[in-house]
């Protein structure tokens, strides 16, 4: 399952639109304003987690512990080590229904909707558990933690997950979701009787089907089809682990460490865990056999370290605001925040919700305020540093005292919260901005920094192949963006990475021809003379220019993902086009670096409107190129159809950066 929400009563993770009436708001509201109504809120601190709960201390322990104990199981099978700088997850431990209601009203705003026991929220910035106590803690309720466990995993195998099929990924989020912690034992391979009954109901699909499944096929998309994907992947999933400790065998740690050594999956699952035959002919008879729970005593976890303190009213709000930030229910969550400030206006967290808030909803100049706001308070707040250089950036503000600004505050988050992987990400982009071998090489090691720490976020592989780029490291650039190819799962990767590659290919070729020209005119001494415009039916000199471009959507997506649509779809074309205009200019490229922004609207039907020259160079004919060009690569395909917007407003940011003088080779051979 995806990473993002996943509801307790749901079995897959799906979008649930949102309807929530403003009176049963400010209700909600004048109940959390009783505080002599209501129980105080504390906050507990253990190694990985920081549990908010109006429970009490007792529960917010339990509730603490029982998470550690199944992380330290999951990393103990992987034999990932205990400690790590990972930023912890925040559990807002609700003591009942009415405290849950508060959180996700929409739930109950609806009439007949169905009311869950918990929510995950998978973020850029925070990763959030919402759990309703008197359910999710009574040991003999129906897979209480089962989904949320489940999108937990998906937390925890990001630094696993490179080349894992998609069977194992969701396999392994259902067989660890279905653990039980009862008195501190952890119990692994208990039943999930939805899907034992599916498995019992449906007719099974042959393992190597299965095999060949991916983020785009109807088998993980369409609800008729998708449980009977989830059910097999987690029965595999069991068959494998259970037969490893049986057999006394490590074969699926040795299937992955194959796949994250670019061996092909099934030569990998020949090798290790069988191949699909074989496996077919084994599950047949698994099934007919009661699957046996295998008791686990898990790492010993040292309560004595959780610290526990009292929050004020403000503070609690603001936490609960931030949460509902996340959720996407801005209206309600600007006006929990403003009354947190009013109570505390030396409070940072609320200074932080606000500027998320504002982010989302293309407001840079309040980000801006509010960020720089909690900076005042916290020079050192690793979320508030990371909205400030985004809000500068999604301004567009690309000069060097502004790139200098949201380079400094991104390099602030890496040293605060060096697990903090987006910033890696942001400083590459900063970096690769402002130019010079010297940055363009620490860019590239961001983005190594970003790889690491998450091998199977395609996007950051993106990144490093635009590095490579501007390092005029072709060869590398190719490499990197077929491997992103190759890891790909969702049709959204999939076209990212492809774009990545196609243009990747594209300077690799323009880049071995100027390399062979040189060599040819450096062999014959270069009687033209460099720079030098010859008559028409001559040589025609220009520069090696590395030109590179950024697109920054100016858009609210309303949650839906466009970076695929923006890469292939529009910068793949308008840099096409541009290189196609770039050649017939019949002028020296600029001597100095330049930078030429337009902005402009793609309407719903895929054309062009509001084009805007934001800022010019001092070529005024390339300018009109990069004009030229947007026009000629309209109008792209229509805007994707779950995006519900009349439009959406772009700033696409060119840069040139001219390197030594040479001679075309194309011109030089009489090509147009």
Known sequence: MASGTTLIFCRVGQELRRQFFLSLFLAVMSSVASAGNKPAWIELRSPNFIVVTNAGEGQARQTASQFEMFRAVFRQHFGMAQESAEQPVMILAAKDENTLKQLLPEHWARKGAAHPAGIYLGGTDADYIALRLDVSLNEKAYEPFEPVYHEYVHYLTRQLIARLPLWMVEGLAEFYGNTRIINKIAYLGALSVTNAYILRNEKMLPVSTLFEIDASSPYYHEQNKTSIFYAESWVLTYYLITRDWKENKHRMNEFVQLLNKGVAPKEAAAQTIGDAKALDDALRSYMRISPAIVKIEPPKIDEN??????????????????????D???????????????????????????SFLALQQSNFADAEKWSSQALALDPQNYRANYYYAWSLLNAGRTDEESLGKAETS?????????????????????????????????????????????????????????VLE?????????????????????????????????????????????????????????????????????????????????ALLLTNTQGVDLNAYLTSEVMAKIQREWLAEMQKLKLTAPEKKATVIFEFAILKDGSIAEMKLKQATEEPELDDALHGAIQAAGPFAPLPAKFRGKQIALR???NYDPGPPVTSPDAASGKK
């Open 470 to 550: 501007r390092q005029r490291r072709a060869k590398d650039a190719v490499r990197v963006a077929t491997l992103a190819v190759e890891m790909a799962h969702t049709p959204e990767e999939r076209q990212a990475a492809a774009a990545a590659l196609a243009g990747a290919q594209q300077f690799e070729e323009s880049w071995e021809k100027i390399e062979a020209f040189r060599a040819g005119q450096a062999a014959l001494g270069d009687k033209a003379g460099a720079g030098e415009i010859l008559p028409a039916g001559g040589l025609r000199v220009t520069r090696a220019v590395n030109m590179s471009a950024q």
């Open 410 to 466: 991104l390099r602030a988050v890496t040293k605060a919260n060096p697990e903090f992987v987006h910033a890696y990400d942001a400083l590459a982009y900063v970096l690769t901005l402002e130019g010079g071998k010297e940055k363009l090489d620490e860019a590239y090691m961001m983005t190594l920094q970003a790889v690491t720490r998450e091998p199977g976020n395609v996007q950051y592989r993106v990144r490093s192949v635009e």
């Open 328 to 354: 996407r229910h801005y209206s309600e969550a600007q006006q929990m925040l403003e009354q947190a400030l009013q109570a505390d206006p030396k409070l940072g967290i609320a200074y932080d919700g606000l």
């Open 305 to 326: 370290g959780f610290r526990v303190r009292s929050l004020e009213d403000s503070e609690a709000l603001a936490v609960r605001a931030d949460f509902m930030a996340h």
């Open 652 to 654: 696409i940011q060119f």
